[in-house]
């Protein structure tokens, strides 16, 4: 039988003392995996010949994984809810803009203990194309860190100090494309045709042609189109012309990239953001994003990660319309990622602020449904990109409303259009009737950089208080973005670098500010007030078990239009004003207001972008 052989393959590789762990995950898994790889690619002649190859790459590589790794493994199989608690926080940074190199990053280990981050997300450090390579996103060498951010031997060393701090490091895994740079793109440039087969490459315009009838843009500015002239034809694009899609309907790419997440593994990654998921498979007539292969691409290594590394967390990153979302995180019988990005959610905080109205918030948070056990969605305020406005589409219209005009007011209300207090730049986008995306650093979109008087100033922050509380409190594993929690405003420098003059999303990619860091402490200064805040929130989050990210949530429909009311569970709301205007709230029964002990009952009025969470009793 096939299902034998395939394990056996897998086996012959381990040593005796592995082997009771490995049959008892392979009964399970197994199976799964093999229904997935012959749906993909049982159609090939040498499909039989390949799988053998790749369980017994897949067996070197878990007789290879190191002890510890093992062990955690062992108890994440033991806890699969680990990663829901409310004690988790992630934290997301540039490796160069918050430690200069790896090494400087485990400098930093006491500062995230200090803020209870358990959770760290470093943008890409892996050996990326030389010039331009999207901040990394264009990777020339997976096996290898980039040499100005340090070695091999340093990330090692910087995921062993990370997991004695109990912080999970979270990787990139940009598993969509690779650079024009990389082994396989040279291989194919010098003529070699197993390479050539790595890329979907076209002899001439007909393909490309007949594809781009139905295909989106990401960066329609810069880099119109999502074919690049290479290997005398026209190759896959999606993004940047030097970033070369890879051709998924090859299974050598499949288990190349499966043997390179493992190997990362095996170097202490324990969560992988899998970047750029939804454009995994093509097809002609459709947008090619969200297809039916591009998730089972994502359960079958999630059934590999299963097998050999079942400590390893997988994170979907899919910019998508919020019906596309909960697929990425599979069902009970069907599992594919563990955390998805809530892009829907982080946007539609943005929207209600520059509406003063929750309506999209709301319509968002209807259609989020119930995750499957063991999976979370995860909620941001900001993040290395842009505010990506067409995720909401379908909420913007769902009262009635022109949602490319609604969106496009946000977009020109974020890059500080008449009336607003934002301080930020309209991304990809010339047409102000249309919309794309916003770019700036949180504290500027919410106005911190234009105040003039104390009282602006102090709106800003309850701004940005504001949607870190919605991050905190919704239900999810929240990630502050570097910087936001210091309150760092807009960096305009990368306008002299030619290289990133043209992608405003390099306005909040700054350098970690020393300063604003040592005033952290200062209650007279904005970094301190928005740092003290948030530690604030983040350590009343820690108390509540209801505010775990698989405890029940329930949007409260009794509030008035600008307010946000979540229930969690049956004792806990949080209450939230997005609009510049004081809001009664009526509330039932008597509560406690867990950020001053105070005990409410009846009518509540909250404040212009005040925030109250509320315990049903009083316990103080
Ligand atoms: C991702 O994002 C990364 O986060 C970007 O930084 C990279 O440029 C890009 O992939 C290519 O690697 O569509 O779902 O609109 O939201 O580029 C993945 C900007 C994506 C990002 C978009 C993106």
């Known amino acids: 039988m096939l299902s034998n052989v ?7 590789v381990l040593p005796d003392a592995l082997r009771a762990q490995a049959l008892r995950r392979l009964a399970v898994h197994e199976p799964v995996l093999r229904k997935l790889l012959a749906g993909l690619y049982g159609q090939q002649a040498d499909f039989d010949a390949w ?12 007789a290879a994984r190191p002890a510890p790794l093992r062990e955690l493994d062992a108890q994440r199989e033991a806890q699969p809810e680990w990663f829901l608690s409310q004690r988790m926080l992630g934290y997301c ?3 160069q803009n918050f430690g200069g190199t790896l090494n400087g990053v485990a400098e930093r280990i006491p500062y995230l203990r200090e803020m209870g981050v358990s959770y760290l997300h470093l943008l890409p450090f892996l050996r990326a194309r030389e010039g331009e390579n999207d901040g990394g996103f264009a990777v020339s060498d997976f096996d290898d860190v980039e040499p100005a951010l340090g070695s091999n031997a340093d990330l090692v060393a910087l995921t062993t100090r990370l997991r004695e701090a109990g912080i999970s490091l979270c990787s990139d895994f940009i598993l969509n494309h690779v650079a024009d740079d990389h082994a396989w793109a040279l291989a194919a440039k010098a003529g070699d045709e197993q390479a050539r087969a790595m890329f979907l490459c076209y002899p001439d315009r007909e393909m490309p042609d007949r594809y781009e009838r139905t295909l989106g843009q990401v960066f329609p500015q810069v880099a119109p189109g999502n074919f690049t002239p290479a290997l005398g034809g026209w190759v896959w694009s999606t993004f940047y012309p030097y970033q070369w899609d890879l051709n998924y309907a090859n299974p050598a790419v499949f288990s190349a990239m499966a043997a390179t997440l493992l190997r990362l593994a095996n170097r202490g990654i324990e969560v992988f953001r899998l970047d750029s998921t939804a454009f995994l498979w093509k097809r002609e007539g459709t947008n090619s994003m969200n297809q039916p292969e591009a998730h089972q691409i994502l359960q079958a290594l999630r059934a590999i990660v299963d097998i050999v590394a079942p400590g390893v967390l ?13 697929a990425y995180l599979g069902s009970a019988d069907a599992r594919e990622c563990h955390i998805a990005y809530h892009s829907s959610l982080m946007a539609a905080g943005w929207l209600a602020l520059s509406e003063q109205g929750t309506g999209v918030l709301r319509e968002v948070i209807r259609n989020t449904p119930t995750l499957p056990p063991s999976a979370t969605w995860l909620s941001y305020v900001r993040c290395h990109d842009d505010i990506g406005w067409n995720v909401l589409r379908a909420e913007a219209a769902a009262d009635g409303s022109d949602a490319t005009a609604r969106l496009a007011r946000a977009s020109r209300f ?7 207090y934002a301080a930020g730049a309209a991304f990809q986008s010339t047409d102000p009737n249309a919309a794309h995306g916003s770019n700036g650093s949180a504290a500027s979109l919410a106005g911190l950089e234009r105040a003039d008087s104390e009282a602006a100033r102090a709106l800003a922050l309850r701004r940005l208080q504001l949607l870190h509380g919605l991050a905190l409190s919704f239900g999810a594993l929240p990630v502050l973005y570097m910087g936001d929690e210091l309150a760092m405003e807009n960096d305009y420098s990368y306008r002299h670098r030619p290289q990133h003059a043209m992608d405003s999303r390099w306005l909040q990619r700054p350098l970690f500010d020393q300063a604003r860091w040592r005033a952290r402490d200062d209650a007279g200064d904005s970094a301190g007030q928005m740092y003290q805040s948030l530690l604030r929130m983040v350590r009343l989050r820690r108390q509540h078990d209801a505010l775990a990210a698989n405890a029940p949530r329930t949007l409260l429909d009794d509030a008035p239009d600008a307010v946000l009311a979540l229930a969690r569970g049956e004792r806990f709301v949080t209450l939230m004003n997005f609009s510049g205007e004081p809001q009664a709230y009526a509330l039932q029964g008597r509560w ?4 001053d002990g105070s005990i409410l009952d009846g009518a509540l009025t909250l404040a212009p972008y005040a925030m109250h969470w509320l315990e049903r009793g009083a316990t103080a």
Not at 414 to 420: C, I, P, Q, T
Not at 592 to 595: G, H, I, Q, R, S
């Open 51 to 62: 799988l053998g190859a790749l369980m017994a790459s897949l067996g070197e590589l878990y």
């Open 414 to 420: 974020f890059a500080g259009a008449e009336g607003s």
């Open 93 to 95: 940074a540039y490796v």
């Open 592 to 595: 406690t207001d867990c950020m």
């Open 6 to 12: 395939m394990s056996d393959r897998l086996l012959a």
């Open 314 to 326: 997988l994170k979907a990153e899919a910019i998508v319309p919020t019906r596309e979302l909960p």
